[in-house]
Each structure stands twice: as structure tokens, then as C-alpha cells.
């Protein structure tokens, strides 16, 4: 199960995205992640992670684990958790290992120590934060995709999970010092002159219009002499292609639980932001 999750934790390939598909499950609020082997959305393909949607007081979280069956925070294949503000505009993504050497576990009240001995035994287990997600308001009620802002600590693009170094990665997670982190936001639009209205192109890969799905691609980096970015490479995209199924891809550097976290922000009302 170690070596499962250390895959799951690498960036995605560089050049072409993995391809992925998210189905929920309304009545259980719980969300179910596959590796597509196939172009066809209904087939479900390899069971990568699950979701569960839960209230604590005034704030939603989401378990996330290794287990289809068991969704609970004490589970030993529990990998992280998604937790959200009141209004569900901002999001901060918490893994259950350390991203790097020296990182210290949240503080906060819902943040215990657990057993995890199935998954890594050489590492404490805690909630890590690795990650924000922030959806602005709409105020003048636009139109087009919610606006987003995530802030990640990501995997060391290095190496990725089809490398040979992987086998050395079997006795501890990449340490990755600090940690780089990675800015990315929405994609925008294009005005479609025969359709009349803003749109993204998503290749095939969305096929029902939603105000859930999104592109997201990386930010320039204002605060580095020459920082560059890439407004035109789209490292995680998400949309629905049914009523309960929606297709996630994403390449590096993000990993698989990153983009899953950052796609679940997408489920739930925002009022404010829509």
C-alpha cells in the first residue's frame, strides 16, 4: 500500500496528461477516483482514491483515503483531507505524511495523530498543509467559470513515478527541502463569435456545460527576476460528462491527490462566486 501511495503522491507525466475520471455518488456524499484505460466515460478503469464529504460544525470536509469502503480519518489508508471555510470559498489541503524533511503537523483542532503503520512506518502521521485553494467572489455576476487561486507545495518535478529512483523512494517520501510551491488559476475563456458566449476548449474531454468545470494552467511568478509561466499548457482540467461522472487530467507537477484535492473544491454551491 506504501509503494501504491508513493505513486500517487509523484507529478504526472510531463508531456501528455493522465486521464482520469471522478464519480460521485450523491445519496453517500462520496467521490471515487479512476485511472481511465479507456476513452470511453463510462467505464470506471482503476480505482485510485475516494472521498467523503462530512460537516464538522460550520465547515465541510472531505476524507480522503485508499479505500473505496473505508472513508474515515482513522482508517490506516487515510492520505489527506480537504477542509473548507464556511462560505466553501477557500480550501486548505492537508496530506497525512510530511511533504519534506522537518515539516511540522497543523495545529489545529481537527488535526489529531492516528495510526497509519499500513501506509508508510518509517514516517509520523499527521495533516500536513500542502496546499490552498481560493475561489474569488463575482460581485458584477459575470459570466464564465468561477475564478480560482491554488497555492500548492509540490512533489519535486525531478523525477516522476515511471523513474528509476522510485525504488529508492520505498524507504521515505521525496524530500523536496521547503518545498517549491506552484501558483496556478483559471484558464481564461475565449469569446465564441457563433456561440455567443465565453468558452474553453477541453478537447472532448467535457461534453455538459457547467459552471464546475475548469482549466487551470500556471501563473507567472512576479517575485522572481525573468519568473516565467506557461498561460497556455493546461496542467489540470476537470468537467462533467454526466450526470454523476466528470473527467479529471492532470500532468506535472501536480500528483494525483493534489488534483483530485483541488477538483473536489469544485463540488458545492458558491453563491458568491458564481
Known amino acids: 500500500m506504501f509503494l501504491f501511495l508513493l505513486l500517487l503522491m509523484q507529478p504526472g507525466p510531463r508531456e501528455f496528461p493522465h486521464q482520469c475520471l471522478i464519480k460521485r455518488n450523491k445519496k453517500t456524499s462520496t467521490f471515487y477516483l479512476y485511472l481511465a484505460l479507456t476513452p470511453s466515460f463510462t467505464d470506471k478503469g482503476k480505482f485510485l482514491l475516494a472521498a467523503r464529504r462530512c460537516r464538522r460544525g460550520a465547515h465541510t470536509e472531505y476524507i480522503i483515503t485508499l479505500d473505496a469502503d473505508d472513508l474515515s480519518q482513522g482508517s490506516n489508508a487515510y492520505v489527506g483531507k480537504l477542509s473548507s471555510d464556511f462560505l466553501g470559498t477557500n480550501f486548505t489541503i492537508f496530506d497525512s505524511q510530511p511533504p519534506h524533511s522537518g515539516a511540522k503537523p497543523s495545529s489545529s483542532r481537527g488535526s489529531r495523530r492516528f495510526a497509519s503503520k499500513q501506509i508508510s512506518p518509517q514516517v509520523p502521521a499527521g495533516n500536513f498543509e500542502v496546499g490552498q485553494v481560493a475561489y474569488k467572489f463575482n460581485l458584477l455576476k459575470s459570466r464564465g467559470p468561477r475564478r480560482m487561486i491554488c497555492t500548492l507545495k509540490c512533489p519535486s518535478s525531478g523525477e516522476t ?26 484558464k481564461s475563456p475565449r469569446w465564441h463569435e457563433h456561440l455567443q458566449c465565453w468558452c474553453l476548449n477541453f478537447h472532448g474531454r467535457v461534453t455538459v456545460a457547467s459552471v464546475k468545470n475548469f482549466q487551470l494552467v500556471a501563473t507567472v511568478d512576479q517575485s522572481q527576476p525573468g519568473g516565467k509561466g506557461d498561460e497556455e499548457t493546461v496542467l489540470l482540467q476537470f468537467g462533467k460528462v454526466g450526470d454523476d461522472t466528470f473527467t479529471m487530467d492532470y500532468r506535472q507537477p501536480l500528483s494525483a491527490f493534489q488534483a483530485f484535492a483541488i477538483c473536489l473544491t469544485s463540488f458545492g454551491t458558491k453563491l458568491a462566486c458564481e
Open 161 to 186: 513515478a515511471d523513474d528509476k529512483h522510485l525504488e529508492d523512494a520505498k524507504m521515505k517520501r521525496p524530500d523536496t527541502g521547503a518545498s517549491a510551491y506552484t501558483i496556478l488559476k483559471n
